[in-house]
């Protein structure tokens, strides 16, 4: 353990106190803040000097932060904190949804929530006491015949706006989720007394040893054949928390006996392609997606889709794809790389793959359009075309393997085209 020297306090002490509870709301949020970091954190700012609040957000980040996804909640922590006037009216909205006036003004943006739920923790609302006028009491009566259950309303809630608690429910919910797979029949047959087919070799055979005479026909039926699941999974900074709650939910699938899957195969793409699928073997999900993590170094970068798939289609294609894989796609398609070369590799994945499944959490908005470059390019090429921002969406998922028909929104957002 490091030993640190006396502090030597700034002259200003509510500095010191407020950059201790800034660092108390971040650890609250999830972020691994001790009392070193503290420290140096205090020491950071007396040396840099309290000049801008460019600056001053840059030193504390340096000293609170060491992961790419932990940016965007001390980012939001941040803003509410040092930088907002009104941070503890749109808290409050964030946290109470009947208070009104400033809620409105925007929505949640990423991580606003977690950094809310921190910086509030053990602050009650105030809640108004009932008056009684002359001893009569006002009645209200609530009309909830038509309202949602609590968990219906949970698996309905979009992954970038859960609080911290609702991030951990929600991954122990994923973690109980299956995704059953049907076999497909094969061109290889089997022994059946009741099958379509006649088992010529097996046939002959029983008849060379009786001299030739042919005393029953042998029959076959197809064998059966599982397939293997393919996952390529945007982890680049649109996506990434998508990713995180997708991943878990992949680690339950891979090491779900009986599931129906051959194998399952993970890779993240971001700026590069990277293999995770010795990762997700691992039993426990904590130290699986902290060994992809250290895999991939990419997370919450910029977007190639173009060249990842085209080093996919040309390296792992071969490999991985056989036996019938079902591909599952999960990226927004916000890409600016060249559209062709975009189309071209995804006409190549789309014909290696027995079905190709695009999860995309832009399709949570009602008024979703295929307007960007990148999802035009994409969207002939696949074959059901979903949602993937919430728990209903991937319990939803399991429907849709196992119906072939399935297109999701593909031939609504095909018309737009």
């Not at 990423?110 to 602050?123: H, V």
């Not at 996919?312 to 060249?338: C, P, Y």
């Not at 696949?382 to 999701?408: C, N, P, Y």
Request: proline share 5%; with cysteine.
């Amino acid at each position: 353990m490091p030993e640190y020297a006396p502090l030597d306090l700034p002259e200003n002490p509510k500095l010191t106190h407020n950059i201790t509870h800034f660092a108390r709301a971040l650890r609250k949020a999830g972020l691994p803040v001790g009392p070193g970091r503290v420290m140096d954190a205090i020491r950071a700012v007396q040396a840099a000097g309290f000049t801008s609040k460019t600056d001053f957000f840059f030193t504390l980040r340096a000293c609170f932060v060491n992961r790419p996804e932990q940016r965007a909640v001390f980012a939001q922590v941040f803003r509410l904190y040092w930088r907002d006037p009104r941070y503890m009216e749109h808290m409050m909205s964030l946290m109470l949804p009947a208070i009104r006036g400033v809620q409105e003004d925007r929505t949640a943006k990423a991580a606003e929530k977690r950094a809310a739920e921190a910086l509030l923790d053990g602050i009650e609302p105030e809640i108004p006491e009932a008056r009684e006028d002359e001893g009569e009491e006002t009645l209200i009566e609530i009309d909830a015949s038509l309202t949602m259950s609590r968990e219906e309303k949970f698996k309905t809630l979009d992954f970038e706006q859960m609080s911290t608690s609702e991030i951990a429910e929600a991954k122990r919910m994923l973690a109980r989720l299956s995704l059953p797979v049907k076999p497909f029949a094969s061109r290889r047959g089997m022994p059946s007394h009741t099958g379509h087919r006649i088992d010529a070799r097996k046939t002959l055979r029983a008849a060379m040893r009786r001299g030739g005479e042919m005393r029953r026909i042998h029959l076959q039926k197809p064998r059966p054949r599982w397939p293997n699941l393919v996952v390529l999974c945007d982890i680049s900074g649109s996506m990434s928390q998508y990713s995180r709650m997708v991943l878990h939910f992949l680690h339950a699938v891979a090491n779900e006996k009986g599931a129906g899957w051959a194998k399952v195969h993970a890779f993240t793409f971001g700026t590069r392609l990277t293999n995770i699928t010795r990762h997700l073997a691992t039993r426990d999900v904590d130290a699986a997606l902290a060994a992809a993590g250290q895999e991939a170094q990419d997370w919450e970068g910029g977007t190639r889709i173009g060249a990842c798939l085209h080093c996919f289609n040309r390296d792992w294609s071969r490999r991985v794809m056989g036996q019938g894989a079902v591909v599952l796609l999960i990226t927004d398609g916000l890409d600016r790389d060249d559209a062709d070369s975009l189309a071209h590799e995804m006409q190549r994945l789309h014909l290696s793959s027995r079905r190709l499944i695009w999860l995309n959490p832009l399709l949570r908005w009602d008024g979703f359009a295929p307007k960007a470059t990148g999802i035009r390019a994409m969207l002939p090429h696949v074959d059901s075309f979903r949602a993937g921002h919430s728990i209903a969406t991937l319990e939803d998922l399991a429907d849709a393997i196992s119906k072939a028909g399935d297109m999701g929104e593909k031939a609504r957002l095909m018309a737009m085209l």
